[in-house]
C-alpha cells in the first residue's frame, strides 16, 4: 500500500472531523484569504509552521523553500518563486507582518557549510548548489568563527536568517513598508531537538521565546 494511499485516509478522516468541526471557517475561507503574516520557512517535512504555531487554515500564508532563504530582489530571467510569493503577500494581501523561520539539523544549511555540492554529479542540475550559494559570505564567516561541525551548524542557521531578512530589504515594497511603519519583520529558528523557538533580538541574537 502506498504512503499516497495513507494519505488519503488522513483526507478522509480531516473530511469527517476537523473540516466540519471548522465549516463556517471553510465557507468563509471560500471568498477569499486575508492573512496578517507570512513565514517564510524550510521545506523539511519536520518543519510545518501550522503545525508549530498552532495556525488555524487561512491565518498564515506560507512559502518554503530549501533552507527557508531568500535571494536578493533582482529583475529579468528566471524563475523567481520566492519573490513571487513575497511580492504577492506584500502587495496583494498586504500582511503587516513577515516571519524567516529557520529551524536545526537543517539539510540545507549542512550542505552549505560543508561545500560538498558544489561539484554537481554528472546527469544532476546542480539546482540546490546554485540555491544555497545564497549562504556562502555567512559560511565563510561561520567556519571563521565557529568551524564546521555542530556549533557551526547552529550559527549558521541562525546567519541564514539574518541573510533572509536582509536580503529582504533589498525588495523596494518591502522596504518602502518597513520604513513606513506598515510592515515589520522578523526572524525565529525553531530547534527540532528539544522544540524551543529562538526569536532574533534587535541586538542581533537568538533568544528563547
Given at each position: 500500500?502506498?504512503?499516497?494511499?495513507?494519505?488519503?485516509?488522513?483526507?478522509y478522516?480531516?473530511?469527517g472531523n476537523e473540516?466540519?468541526?471548522?465549516?463556517?471557517?471553510?465557507?468563509?475561507?471560500a471568498?477569499g484569504?486575508?492573512p496578517k503574516v507570512?513565514?517564510?520557512?524550510c521545506?523539511?517535512s519536520?518543519?510545518?509552521?501550522?503545525?508549530?504555531?498552532?495556525?488555524?487554515?487561512g491565518?498564515v500564508f506560507v512559502v518554503r523553500n530549501?533552507?527557508a532563504?531568500?535571494?536578493?530582489?533582482?529583475?529579468?530571467?528566471g524563475?523567481?518563486?520566492?519573490?513571487?510569493?513575497?511580492?504577492?503577500?506584500?502587495?496583494?494581501?498586504?500582511v503587516e507582518e513577515?516571519?524567516?523561520l529557520?529551524?536545526?539539523?537543517?539539510?540545507?544549511v549542512?550542505a552549505?557549510?560543508?561545500?560538498d555540492?558544489?561539484?554537481?554529479?554528472?546527469?544532476?542540475g546542480g539546482f540546490v548548489a546554485a540555491w544555497?550559494d545564497?549562504l556562502d559570505?555567512a559560511r565563510e564567516?561561520v567556519?571563521?568563527?565557529?568551524g564546521?561541525g555542530?556549533?557551526?551548524?547552529?550559527?549558521l542557521?541562525?546567519?541564514?536568517v539574518?541573510v533572509?531578512l536582509?536580503n529582504?530589504?533589498t525588495?523596494?515594497?518591502v522596504?518602502?513598508?518597513?520604513?513606513?511603519g506598515?510592515l515589520?519583520l522578523?526572524g525565529a529558528?525553531?530547534?527540532?531537538a528539544?522544540?524551543?523557538?529562538?526569536v532574533l533580538?534587535?541586538d542581533g541574537?537568538?533568544?528563547p521565546a
Amino acid at each position: 500500500m502506498s504512503k499516497f494511499h495513507d494519505m488519503i485516509d488522513g483526507y478522509y478522516r480531516f473530511r469527517g472531523n476537523e473540516w466540519l468541526e471548522e465549516r463556517e471557517r471553510w465557507t468563509e475561507l471560500a471568498s477569499g484569504q486575508s492573512p496578517k503574516v507570512m513565514v517564510i520557512a524550510c521545506s523539511d517535512s519536520r518543519v510545518d509552521p501550522a503545525t508549530i504555531f498552532g495556525s488555524r487554515p487561512g491565518e498564515v500564508f506560507v512559502v518554503r523553500n530549501v533552507a527557508a532563504l531568500v535571494p536578493p530582489f533582482e529583475t529579468g530571467g528566471g524563475r523567481h518563486g520566492v519573490s513571487a510569493a513575497l511580492e504577492f503577500a506584500v502587495t496583494v494581501l498586504q500582511v503587516e507582518e513577515v516571519l524567516v523561520l529557520g529551524h536545526g539539523a537543517c539539510g540545507g544549511v549542512k550542505a552549505a557549510l560543508s561545500g560538498d555540492l558544489k561539484q554537481a554529479e554528472p546527469g544532476h542540475g546542480g539546482f540546490v548548489a546554485a540555491w544555497i550559494d545564497l549562504l556562502d559570505d555567512a559560511r565563510e564567516k561561520v567556519i571563521h568563527e565557529h568551524g564546521q561541525g555542530a556549533e557551526g551548524q547552529t550559527a549558521l542557521e541562525q546567519e541564514g536568517v539574518k541573510v533572509s531578512l536582509a536580503n529582504l530589504m533589498t525588495f523596494p515594497f518591502v522596504q518602502e513598508r518597513v520604513e513606513a511603519g506598515k510592515l515589520r519583520l522578523h526572524g525565529a529558528v525553531f530547534a527540532i531537538a528539544d522544540g524551543k523557538l529562538r526569536v532574533l533580538q534587535d541586538d542581533g541574537h537568538f533568544e528563547p521565546a
